[in-house]
């Protein structure tokens, strides 16, 4: 089969091709089979105007190209299409386009899929000069970009210099006329696509669409929700300014009636004494002197314990608020240490401040979560909600923190140039009522008692048998020594009593590392420091 008869064989195959996919002639410059470990997940195919295989003439002109990709794997899972695309564009343009719609265009290219890829699926790469650059699965278009930038940076990823072998590059450039070019046409040219695959993106499409709508739907709940509680708190406040005005009117008409009231005790008193000897008048104006300092003692014991009253109410409150800070310095914390940079970020140079609002639940749920700032790039905020999602299963809620949900916030800044990770503030201080400067050495005992428990119980949860010790059949008993800081902190591991096998050993220790931060101590313990022991026997 000689090289002008497959030309004339694809442009007469390209006449059959959806004008959607291709607008203007192009003809098969090359096929080859893209292999990753012995094994073959695509057959690859590059389209021109004009054959060339001068990589530098193709990637620099300004005419029609088409890439295609027919997939004869049985499955391209959407987790190796990300690694192998983001592997092969990184290492070959490391010159990436500075142009932000290009960048977004490229992200978007290595993470539309969603769900994985089966043998007959085909994705096309197809440029043309009026249309631009577009990607195409199945004949349904996935994405769209201005001019020609895509294009090149992924047909680099064929011609550049690192492509996936040497005889891939001169294939795709120069179509080989042997038995494996011949079926690697045959493929290009008369595989179809399953039926059961067509309308795959127009079904993501569709997903997306219903995703939105019933965020939307969520969204107009909550607003009439808010507003609903709006109206029902203004309704609340009315009845109580209501109240307390008519309690004013019948507190000044009960003031008025007790001062006639008086002023007439006062006028028969009056009489009272102008009849009585002046001894009398004596005993009875000291009775009357005695009757009135209890009258006033009972009214200040009163007004103190109503003041007492209020004090303890603006107590509780402080104290449920210290509680809530707790809660929200403790996630902080424990967010800060479980983000990572993504290096896919890095690589577009990404960076900037993520603030994540969020609803936290008594089961561990994360709920109504927004981004206060949506011009941060989406792969920052993904990372961290991921690393929220993590967290939130770890995070020491204080006992004594009442409701059932609790709205909170978490900030992550990722800035390419910083040397190390940024210090979390300082642990929030307890209210005077929570700091138990006197307290019994009964209750310290019950305090430090109650936190070793709970400590303890934590460090177990987190001990993990290793798999490798199981299939290896090996057991023991490892013994433990964990210091714990007051912040909660950890201060120090010591495997006292090790087993004979290190994997066993190190599971101690990892189960230790995974276990902290632990709880901040509570007020009154009295220590800066303790130190637990755990024994673990690891037995099949």
């Excluded at 295989?53 to 190796?80: E, F, H, Q, Y």
């Excluded at 210099?161 to 070019?181: G, S």
């Excluded at 609340?236 to 209501?242: H, V």
């Excluded at 989406?378 to 993590?390: F, H, P, Y």
Aim: net charge neutral.
């Amino acid at each position: 089969m000689t090289r002008t008869w497959l030309w004339l064989l694809a442009i007469v195959m390209s006449a059959s091709v959806s004008p959607s996919v291709m607008a203007q002639a192009t003809q098969l410059n090359g096929s080859a089979s893209y292999l990753h470990l012995s094994r073959e997940f695509y057959v690859a195919g590059l389209y021109l105007q004009q054959p060339s295989s001068d990589p530098a003439a193709i990637l620099s002109g300004n005419t029609s190209v088409r890439m295609k990709l027919v997939v004869t794997a049985d499955r391209w899972s959407v987790r190796r299409w990300q690694q192998q695309w983001l592997n092969n564009i990184t290492i070959n343009n490391p010159q990436m386009s500075a142009n932000a719609s290009t960048q977004q265009a490229l992200m978007d290219f290595t993470q539309f899929l969603r769900e994985d890829l089966v043998a007959g699926d085909q994705v096309v790469i197809d440029y043309q000069p009026a249309l631009g650059t577009r990607v195409l699965v199945n004949n349904e278009e996935a994405i769209r970009a201005e001019g020609v930038d895509l294009l090149r940076l992924l047909l680099n990823t064929w011609i550049g210099p690192l492509p996936p072998t040497r005889d891939f590059r001169q294939r795709i450039l120069q179509q080989a006329n042997d038995a494996d070019a011949e079926r690697q046409q045959q493929v290009l040219q008369t595989q179809a696509i399953p039926t059961a695959r067509l309308g795959l993106v127009s079904g993501w499409q569709e997903q997306d669409r219903q995703a939105r709508l019933a965020e939307q739907e969520r969204a107009r709940r909550l607003e009439e929700q808010r507003l609903a509680q709006q109206r029902a708190e203004q309704q609340r406040q009315r009845e109580a300014r209501e109240a307390a005005e008519r309690a004013a009117v019948e507190a000044r008409a009960a003031a008025a009636a007790a001062a006639a009231a008086e002023r007439a005790r006062a006028t028969a008193e009056q009489q009272r004494l102008a009849q009585m000897s002046a001894e009398q008048q004596r005993a009875e104006r000291a009775a009357q002197q005695r009757a009135a300092e209890q009258r006033a003692a009972a009214e200040a014991k009163r007004r103190e314990a109503e003041q007492n009253a209020a004090k303890t109410a603006q107590q509780l409150q402080a104290e449920q608020a210290y509680y809530l800070a707790l809660l929200q310095w403790d996630l902080q914390r424990l967010l800060q240490n479980e983000v990572t940079y993504p290096s896919w970020a890095r690589q577009f140079n990404q960076q900037g401040l993520v603030e994540l609002d969020f609803v936290f639940t008594a089961q561990r749920e994360l709920v109504d979560i927004t981004v206060r700032d949506e011009q941060v790039a989406a792969m920052l905020v993904n990372e961290v909600r991921r690393a929220l999602g993590v967290v939130a299963t770890r995070v020491n809620v204080p006992v004594n923190l009442q409701g059932d949900r609790w709205s909170l916030s978490a900030r992550h800044d990722f800035m390419l140039n910083a040397t190390a990770s940024a210090e979390v503030a300082a642990a929030p201080v307890p209210p005077v009522t929570l700091q138990r400067r006197n307290v019994s050495e009964q209750e310290r005992q019950q305090l430090q008692s109650e936190y070793r428990d709970a400590a303890e119980a934590k460090l177990r949860a987190s001990i993990q048998y290793p798999q490798a010790a199981r299939v290896l059949r090996r057991q023991g008993e490892v013994t433990m020594s964990v210091t714990i800081k007051a912040d909660g902190e950890l201060g120090g591991v010591d495997i006292t009593a090790p087993s004979r096998h290190r994997e066993l050993n190190q599971a101690m220790q990892d189960g230790a590392n995974s276990a902290a931060p632990f709880a901040v101590f509570p007020p009154g313990m009295g220590l800066e420091s303790i130190t637990i022991t755990v024994e673990h026997r690891f037995s099949l």
